[in-house]
């Protein structure tokens, strides 16, 4: 792998560590760490031995913080489903007798 593309791809596994942290929501966070995840490995394999070292301790700290996110991400996508359920059940009014608008 070239060392320019290792390097790259380490730094950004390292900017995605910092930023995915600022983000609101659980699953936003926790697909940043995914992609940082994802942006770590690659040059973990490949790499050179001094751009190798780094790209692990970035793996592992995606990792971790992957992990730390993941319930709350799972329970953000839960309430979401039962909201969705909810609105589903109960059916919007289509036509103007639904709507309670009187028509000769």
Same mark, same amino acid.
């Given at each position: 792998?070239?060392? !320019?593309?290792? !390097?790259?791809?380490?730094? +950004?596994?390292?900017?995605?560590?910092?930023?995915?942290?600022?983000?609101?929501?659980?699953?936003?966070?926790?697909?940043?760490?995914?992609?940082?995840?994802? *942006?770590?490995?690659?040059?973990?394999?490949?790499?050179? !031995?001094? *751009?190798?070292?780094? %790209?692990?301790?970035?793996?592992?700290? %995606?990792?971790?913080?992957?992990? %730390?996110?993941?319930?709350?991400?799972?329970?953000?996508?839960?309430?979401?489903?039962?909201?969705?359920?909810?609105?589903?059940?109960?059916?919007?009014? +289509? +036509?103007? !007798?639904?709507?309670?608008?009187?028509?000769?």
């Amino acid at each position: 792998m070239n060392n !320019k593309s290792a !390097k790259a791809l380490a730094w +950004t596994a390292g900017i995605l560590i910092v930023i995915a942290p600022a983000i609101i929501s659980p699953s936003g966070t926790f697909a940043l760490l995914v992609l940082a995840i994802i *942006c770590s490995a690659i040059p973990a394999v490949f790499a050179s !031995k001094s *751009c190798r070292v780094i %790209s692990i301790v970035l793996l592992i700290a %995606s990792i971790a913080l992957g992990a %730390s996110y993941y319930p709350a991400s799972e329970r953000e996508l839960e309430v979401y489903m039962q909201r969705a359920k909810k609105n589903a059940i109960q059916p919007q009014a +289509t +036509t103007p !007798k639904d709507q309670g608008v009187i028509t000769k």
